[in-house]
């Protein structure tokens, strides 16, 4: 017997509900499928997305036979219950043409590698958290607390040590060493800056979305 989903599905006549996919780190559409009672329980219980293949009329695993699997992040309804939102971290392709969308022509630059940084939304919304209630321990609290000079000063340090961890690399590249250790210390001193300067914006009230503004201006002119 199959489990109810633990939220109200509002299944058509057919049995099916729409499931539209949605790659986490950036919000890309990457497929729609068809889900019924089986295929939700079968992706909640494993993990791993499920569908109901109306061509086949069974059960599908996506990527059973390409590997290519879509491992669950999060299911969401609409408002009238009658489609999903499915939240995944793909692994390899989505489509069979080896696309990462199945809205993507094949060969279009929408193939190019994507670097996740839709998941600066959950970090900004962290920050605005904190910046709101105000929790006790918290390091992004404080930060705010100390107005702009702290968390300018900690910008400007990060900035520094940014620096020294790209020159580390530099010459750790030009002696022909392992670079494993200078490449991690390196994106770690770019975090903490990305950090620190996201809490700056809030501590101004500025949102990175007028950042972007910005940059999209900068990249049309």
Known sequence: MTEPAPFDVAYGPDGLVPAVVQDVTDGRVLMVAYMDAAALAATLASGEVHFHSR????????GETSGNVLNLVGIATDCDGDALLVTVD??????????RSCFDPAGSSADRTNEGFGWLETLWATIQSRAADRPDGSYTAKLLAGGVDAAARKVTEEATELLIAAKDDDAGESSGADRAATRRALAGEAADLLYHALVLLAERGVPPSAVVQ????RHQA
């Open 55 to 62: 061509s086949r009329d069974r059960l599908w695993r996506k």
């Open 90 to 99: 793909p692994v390899g392709p989505t489509c069979h043409r080896g696309t």
């Open 214 to 217: 910005v940059l999209r201006e």
